[in-house]
């Protein structure tokens, strides 16, 4: 259950342990750099929110009204409304038709990069995982495989125009 990081009481983002797209266990966080968004697990999801909760408590109780209590409120509000849609998506991803699949992987990577560039400037701090709490680009190893292909198909077209317009002239 996703509950305000601000609460003094708030319960984990979720009960399930590092379960992935499909609610299959992912042995692949585990020591392991993130790499693509499909390996993206509740328990980043807890650990990123719980972590930025931590960092913006000090702040949060700051003077009513002060320009710290309010920054803190927005980083944390940022951080409920992500984490819920993570959480969300990644409750639902591989188990809808491909249109929908392709709007929650899109979700899932969208709303990750937001919550980690949250969190980027703590980089280096204790605490901060370097190796999971990072942007993906891709979903997966084929998506990014289609998609450089896409981008060198696109360059190589690009090199024939100026070519072909460089000779007529």
Do not use: C
């Amino acid at each position: 259950m996703i509950t305000d990081p601000g609460e003094a009481n708030a319960r984990p983002l979720s009960t399930r342990g590092s379960e992935g797209v499909n609610g299959m266990v992912d042995s692949r966080s585990e020591g392991r750099t993130l790499r693509y968004a499909e390996s993206v697990t509740r328990d980043d999801v807890e650990g990123l929110a719980s972590f930025l909760r931590i960092r913006t408590s000090r702040l949060a109780t700051a003077e009513r009204g002060s320009d710290e209590r309010q920054t803190a409120r927005a980083v944390r509000a940022a951080v409920l409304q992500l984490a819920g849609t993570l959480q969300h998506s990644l409750s639902y991803s591989g188990l809808s038709g491909d249109e929908v699949d392709l709007m929650l992987r899109s979700q899932i990577r969208v709303s990750w990069n937001a919550l980690a560039a949250l969190a980027s400037p703590w980089r280096g701090q204790e605490g901060y995982d370097v190796e999971r709490w990072r942007p993906v680009r891709y979903w997966d190893a084929m998506h990014e495989s289609e998609i450089e292909g896409l981008l060198s198909d696109v360059l190589i077209r690009g090199r024939k125009r100026e070519n072909s317009s460089g000779q007529e002239g």
